[in-house]
């Protein structure tokens, strides 16, 4: 907590942090496997062909839930079909599952009026969903909101709080982006995972996902007036409404941030990816060469 409130501090008295919510999609892939080659490509063109109908049958389930596509993807006899939602002030993992499983058990009926395609089994989701593990089609495409934080700190503010320079961190940033590309590291931050487990458990979210959320990219660049940092954080897993948002202590703690209810999920991704950015930048001097921990 001091760590986060001295980044969070050094932030503020260089005039605040900029945050971005850029998408919020949550994916449900489930697995249907075919008798074969031949009998799985007319099963993912059929699917490619049905989209209208596939949403019709999501909305059944839920209003809240927008199926936005439905891309088959087909490995011989295997195939896995994204359904990609956007799921309001949700998190929406429940929410997409009870949708996408309606709309299979009607891909499975229309299927019995097509001989020559024959679905030898059925999976509501192959584990290709990512749900609470980290995974690159996450890192890539987004999985749950997008949200970016940026700030520029000046030099002053670095020497007084931070008791480092602009070089510094870029320098030790640089070695440690070298590092983690060594041992094969899915993105590059400090400890958000810290910002994003403290947070998650006091605001009633998901905290098996802080996994999956705690991907983050964070990049640090010298500027003549300070120190340019930005992160982003493409698998933020967050709802304002439903699961555990509804605990009491948890409720007034969305309250007091004003993340609680309906319209305020992005909100909410944007805080702590402000605070995310700011435990990072409070950290970063003890990872710089010359430095002494602030």
Known sequence: VASATRGATAISRSGGVTTHVLRQVMMRIPLFVLDSTASAIKFRHWIEDHFEELKAQTRLVSRHAQLKSVVPDQVGT???ITFAYETGDAAGQNMTTSCTWKACQWILDQMQHFPEILVESFIVDGNMSGDKKVNYQAFINGRGTRVTAEALITNEILERILKVSARQLEEGHLQSMSAGVNIGMIG????????IGAMFTALGQ????VHESSLGTLRFQAANE????????PALIVGSVGGGTNLPTQADYLEMIDCKGVHKAGRLAEIIAGFCLSLDLSTSPNLSPSSSPP
């Open 78 to 80: 295997r195939v896995n």
């Open 206 to 209: 998901d905290i098996a996902c």
């Open 188 to 195: 590059n931050n400090c400890n958000i995972a810290n910002t």
């Open 226 to 233: 300070g120190l340019y940092a930005t992160l982003d954080l």
